[in-house]
């Protein structure tokens, strides 16, 4: 009798402890935008200050582009956003062309944890990336009337939360390979019980070191992967794309993904989950687009360093801008 149970009791016991163990605590995603006390005229300086003072890597840092002169604004203003490990670059020249083209300031921002010397990405939290995303749509709405928000992966993510978080303030989301879920099936369990003691093992360590097939990647990108960031990756993922926070997004919305068949799509993030939230947006169905471009070989869609094609998905985006805002191009690009 007592050998019959101890099998049991054993499952029970190890259950337990599973549940029991380790895991991230749920963040607090705040729902206010730090105030600024500087004008547009010294918002460069704010910006140049701050980024000067960090030992950040050359052209990592964040970076106002002025259309029409220093402190001069205009009625749209295009932030963009990064994704995980990346900086200004990954978007070029795609950010920089759209905003030349139709005479928007933009602002190519820099989030906490990225871009620096010697790598801080083991600081990177899901509230601690939220409240970054948060100061540099604060400085964008300095350098103008409108922001549209532009985002690569993970800073596609941040640009849904502030579209879900501030309807009356972002007035658009061109998203670049949005980060709703990682392409790989086991993802699920990092921010789990003991999620941060599986990774370490699955890494082989306390991190794990990213290889790009480019070298110039290695520039812009964070190429050390602490188990810690990943896990806390996940942590935002899950608990921000949702469909609750879908349906808050009311912008205008294109969306832009690599796939081409099986065998030739994104291999960072899970692009199935791709149309299922544009499709959850609440948005109105004439003001969001979303289109896959087989032609991008890469997760990067926009940057020189890795698409394939990214005159494809400026072609896109041009239409979109044109269709919805009724921009056209700036007298010098006609």
């Known amino acids: 009798m007592i050998k019959k149970l101890l099998l049991p009791a054993i499952l029970l016991i190890l259950v337990v402890g ?3 163990g380790p895991k991230p605590e749920t ?20 910006v140049d200050s701050t980024e000067n003072s960090q030992e950040l890597r050359v052209d990592n840092n964040a970076k106002i582009v002025w259309e029409l002169g220093i402190g001069k604004p205009t009625e ?66 300095k350098l103008g009337q409108k922001v549209i928000i532009m985002g690569t992966s993970t ?4 640009g849904i939360m502030l579209a879900a978080k501030f309807p009356d303030k972002v007035h658009g989301l061109i ?17 789990d019980p003991w999620g941060l003691q599986i990774c ?16 110039a990647a290695n520039l812009y990108w964070d190429t050390l992967y602490p188990a810690t960031a990943v896990v806390q990756l996940q942590e935002l993922l899950e608990t921000s794309m949702v469909d609750s926070t879908f349906q808050k997004v ?14 030739n799509q994104d291999e960072v993030v899970d692009v199935s989950y791709i149309p299922k939230m544009q499709d959850k947006l609440g948005t109105p169905a004439n003001l969001k687009r979303i289109k896959a471009i ?20 400026e072609a896109e985006i041009s239409s979109f801008i044109e269709d919805i805002y009724g921009l056209k191009p700036w007298p010098t690009h006609e």
Not at 200 to 215: K, P
């Open 250 to 263: 009311k912008c205008p919305t294109i969306t832009l993904y690599y796939y081409k068949n099986e065998a």
């Open 76 to 141: 749209y203003v295009i932030l963009y956003l990064p994704g995980f490990s990346a900086t200004r670059m990954e978007g070029n020249p795609v950010h920089i062309d759209m905003a030349d083209k139709y005479a928007c300031n933009l602002y190519l921002a820099r989030l906490d944890y990225h871009g620096y010397k010697e790598s801080q990405l083991a600081d990177f939290t899901a509230e601690g990336i939220w409240e970054s995303a948060l100061e540099q749509f604060a400085i964008a709405e």
């Open 155 to 158: 800073g596609a993510t941040l």
């Open 27 to 46: 963040p607090n995603y705040k729902g206010s935008l730090p105030e600024l006390n500087v004008s547009i005229s010294e918002i460069t300086q704010y």
């Open 294 to 313: 087989p032609t991008a070989g890469n997760h990067v869609i926009g940057s020189f360093i890795k698409s394939k094609d990214y005159q494809a998905v």
């Open 200 to 215: 370490n093992i699955a890494f082989g360590g306390e991190a794990e070191r990213i290889y790009h097939d480019q070298e």
């Open 18 to 20: 599973y549940f029991l």
């Open 175 to 191: 998203n670049m390979s949005p980060n709703i879920r990682v392409n790989n099936s086991a993802a699920f369990l990092l921010n």
